[in-house]
């Protein structure tokens, strides 16, 4: 049963004897998986707005009496509408001032200074056009690229979120970034949601295969710079999402979507586990550290050990620097890791995104968008079984 039926007919039942009309399931329009273009907004605003708790508590509304005293079956009733909850507090929202760009002003003159060279400033020109042709290769079946880690902040979700950026700019399909960390993830802070409804768990209890890419969307948020987001949680303690929700969700939503991004829990979680085997591309986010790069490898050493689905074909290591601070040798200990033919690509450190808050491509420094680009387009080849 979609979503919008049992909402419409909750609300007739309830409203059965006062006359009043029932409001109309939003009809999907024509516009089927794979053509964004006619993508409407309306069931992103309907499901995403912020709907008054009256709204929401339309259930609580008295029925008039009913003409007849037939009494009313009394309804199953489906799992309440969830209320849209802002992803931050309104009252800490005044702590958060605007970030400084990626990029100091030291190394915006330098990069300015090399874009006088020709060679190097063609050089990048070439580079960023083989990034844009990777990152646009049409797929035929949604693909899946999870990202985890050993370690707890190491990236992950700053991760994600630029992939799901990255792809949203460059692809015409439309694109989902799913937040498989319900633990108080911070997915939709990062891709500035407005507010935060439907989570994965919600969804798998109303989605069927029926509906149409519109009425998909209705439960999902429309990140302002692109692409969309399906959030794990609305920011509670102790929410959990299940293995057999998130299968459903993953299953369902495949066919909407060309790449659909995971922002998956630390391994081992079994909900980690369960979608790096379910991907067709994986990302394992290190700390650039001695303890996150020898703890990666012994992950990378996990998988190689792991028969069925064979995860390491798949995998590329990002490699983030989310201190100034940090002093590792990004080329040794690439090589490190990459000596079971992994890839690594390395994240640089970025002013912006150290700053937390919503992340704006704009802001970004422009090593980290080239990182980001080169990731997703690595990661894509890989999902799409393209030899290096
Ligand atoms: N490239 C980077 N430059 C600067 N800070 C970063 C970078 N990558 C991650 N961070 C910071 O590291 C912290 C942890 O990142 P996060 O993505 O939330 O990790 P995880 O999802 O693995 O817990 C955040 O404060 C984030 O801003
Ligand atoms: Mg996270």
Not at 339 to 367: F, K, N, S, W
């Amino acid at each position: 049963m979609a979503g919008t039926d049992w909402q419409g007919d909750l609300l007739r039942q309830l409203r059965g004897g006062d006359g009043e009309p029932a409001p109309e399931p939003v009809v999907p329009s024509s516009v089927s998986a794979g053509q964004p273009a006619a993508a409407p907004s309306e069931p992103a605003d309907r499901a995403n707005s912020a709907a008054t708790p009256s709204e929401s508590a339309a259930p609580a509304k008295p029925a008039a009496p009913a003409a007849e005293p037939i009494p009313a079956p009394a309804p199953t009733l489906p799992a309440p509408s969830p209320i849209p909850v802002p992803p931050v507090d309104p009252h800490l929202l005044p702590a958060h001032r605007r970030s400084r760009p990626g990029d100091s002003v030291l190394r915006r003159t330098r990069r300015s200074l090399r874009q006088l060279l020709l060679s190097s400033a063609s050089r990048d020109v070439a580079e960023a056009t083989r990034i844009a042709q990777a990152l646009q290769q049409p797929v035929t079946t949604g693909r899946q690229i999870a990202v985890t880690s050993i370690r707890g902040g190491a990236g992950k979700t700053t991760v994600a979120a630029l992939l799901n950026l990255t792809y949203a700019h460059y692809r015409q399909d439309p694109v989902l970034v799913l937040e498989a960390d319900p633990a108080l993830g911070t997915l939709p802070i990062r891709l500035a949601a407005p507010a935060v409804r439907w989570t994965c768990s919600d969804l798998a209890q109303v989605i069927n295969p029926s509906m149409q890419f519109a009425e998909v969307t209705g439960y999902l948020v429309q990140v302002a710079e692109g692409g969309w987001l399906l959030p794990g949680s609305q920011g509670r303690v102790g929410t959990r999402l299940e293995l057999p929700s998130y299968r459903a969700v993953m299953m369902a939503l495949r066919r909407y979507f060309g790449i659909t991004v995971v922002d998956c829990e630390t391994l081992p979680n079994p909900l980690a586990r369960t979608a790096l085997a379910a991907s067709h591309a994986r990302v394992l986010v290190a700390p650039a550290t001695m303890e996150g790069v020898a703890s990666t490898r012994a992950v990378l050493e996990w998988m190689a050990d792991v028969p069925r689905p064979r995860l390491l074909p798949g995998t590329v290591v990002a490699l983030t620097m989310s201190s100034p601070d940090m002093t590792l040798d990004t080329g040794a200990a690439s090589a490190y890791l990459g000596q079971a033919g992994i890839r690594v690509v390395t994240i640089p450190y970025d002013r912006h995104l150290a700053a937390g808050g919503p992340i704006r491509t704009a802001a970004l420094g422009h090593e980290t968008r080239m990182a980001a680009g080169h990731l997703g387009a690595e990661l894509l080849n890989l999902a799409l079984g393209k030899p290096r």
